[in-house]
């Protein structure tokens, strides 16, 4: 019995030990590829980027709500959210284009009127519509300025990523309340405060990291970006806890397994959703340049 305990535990042992190579095998290879991506922001292949991202998004949620095998309407959807990020490059005729998408998804609903429900199609549409401009205020944020849109697209993805850091550390130290128990279950309200504070001061560091040390000519509002550092990270858990609460009410784990031991992009990029368009409206208002 001691043997088979014994052995039991080794077991679990390298089964996590598997686990975290794994998580960290494809979290480096998700590195490398973002790095090349950022190294060429001023190519088209950061537009290929997000096009690429923004049709795997859709994939993964047309999946997750059963919407899959509405196939007209799901793909004019897909080639219409890979077209999205290059309407900078097309004018007046992205009007146009998004009118033919329109068009198109409610043809294709009078075709299959026997087999889709309006609430389905309404959920593509939806989706549709929010995943390409959530995604595409990247490239809005990446051309607000001609020399640092690659500072602001890092500024703003760790806006959305780096929160988590601050509110693990500080909900396994001093949690005890819960935030959310019925969509996410781990997190708490001291994990959500100290999570905040942390990317107030992230950003803090980011900046003066940036001004002092990599573009010397440069002025930044410290101010401004403390509280759109804080601001982010309650936007963030907003994206986090509404795509949890999808998985939720379709009882699925992961968005995916596109990243094995991270989930699939919507896993990764549900907090981006919401703190992308954040970060593109404030800065356009109120600029962080001084």
Not at 18 to 34: E, G, L, T
Not at 96 to 114: E, I, N, R
Not at 140 to 166: R, Y
Request: hydrophobic share 55%; charged share 15%; net charge positive.
């Amino acid at each position: 019995m001691v043997r088979e305990t014994a052995g039991l535990a080794e077991f679990k042992i390298s089964g996590l030990e598997f686990f975290m190579k794994i998580r960290i095998i494809s979290a480096s290879v998700a590195i490398v590829i973002a790095l090349i991506v950022l190294f060429l922001h001023k190519t088209i292949v950061l537009e290929i980027a997000i096009a690429l991202l923004i049709v795997s998004m859709l994939f993964e949620l047309f999946r997750a709500t059963k919407c899959l095998r509405y196939l007209p309407t799901t793909i004019i959807c897909y080639a219409y959210g890979f077209t999205v990020p290059f309407f900078q490059f097309m004018g007046k005729w992205s009007g146009l284009v998004t009118l033919c998408w329109a068009m198109l998804c409610f043809a294709t609903l009078l075709y299959q009127f026997k087999t889709i429900k309006f609430d389905k199609f309404a959920v593509i549409m939806f989706f549709t519509v929010f995943i390409t401009a959530s995604m595409n205020s990247l490239i809005s944020i990446h051309n607000l300025t001609e020399d640092h849109g690659l500072f602001l697209i890092v500024l703003t993805l760790c806006g959305a990523w780096l929160a988590d850091s601050g509110a693990y550390f500080a909900g396994t130290f001093f949690g005890k309340h819960k935030l959310c128990p019925n969509i996410s279950p781990k997190k708490t309200v001291e994990g959500f405060i100290g999570g905040t504070i942390t990317n107030g001061l992230i950003f803090l560091i980011i900046a003066v990291v940036y001004s002092k040390l990599i573009v010397t000519d440069v002025t930044l509002d410290y101010f401004l970006l403390f509280i759109y550092g804080m601001a982010c990270s309650v936007i963030g858990l907003l994206g986090d806890l509404s795509a949890s609460l999808v998985k939720r009410q379709y009882e699925i784990k992961d968005y995916g397994n596109i990243m094995p031991g991270h989930g699939g992009i919507m896993d990764r990029f549900d907090s981006v959703l919401f703190v992308a368009p954040f970060m593109y409206a404030v800065l356009s208002y109120f600029p962080i340049f001084g």
